[in-house]
């Protein structure tokens, strides 16, 4: 089995920083894509920032500028680091992986695994 697990959330003032982590463990064979998607209470989850397994980013524009998506593959681990949040930054982010297994490459299945959410309010 995989899992994801996230840390690093908590309460912020307008204008802080927070730097979030996402560490997949268990039957890994292979990462490629991991993001940061988010879901504010009434709304839709949406993405936040991606990374490819070449480390190749892409971020919503609302993310743009103020937050960071990183990798440490020896870790398998991503980051988001958070700055200049807002109280519209305030929701439930969620980390997301596109991860192979031995049995899941040999198959030619995807396998696309969520963490649990950790919650990010910002709020003076």
């Known amino acids: 089995q995989v899992q994801l697990v996230e840390s690093g959330g908590g309460s912020v003032q307008p204008g802080g920083s927070l730097r979030l982590s996402c560490r997949a463990s268990?039957?890994?064979?292979?990462?490629?894509?991991m993001a940061w998607y988010r879901q504010a209470p009434g709304e839709e989850r949406e993405l936040v920032a991606s990374?490819?397994?070449?480390?190749?980013?892409n971020y919503a524009d609302s993310a743009k500028g103020r937050f960071t998506i990183s990798r440490d593959n020896a870790k398998n681990t991503i980051y988001l680091q958070m700055n200049s949040l807002k109280p519209e930054d305030t929701a439930v982010y969620y980390c997301?992986?596109?991860?192979?297994?031995?049995?899941?490459?040999?198959?030619?299945?995807?396998?696309?695994?969520w963490g649990p959410g950790i919650q990010v309010t910002v709020s003076s």
């Open positions: 997301n992986a596109d991860i192979g297994t031995i049995a899941s490459v040999k198959a030619g299945i995807k396998n696309i695994y």
């Open positions: 268990g039957m890994i064979f292979v990462i490629n894509d």
């Open positions: 990374i490819t397994g070449r480390s190749i980013t």
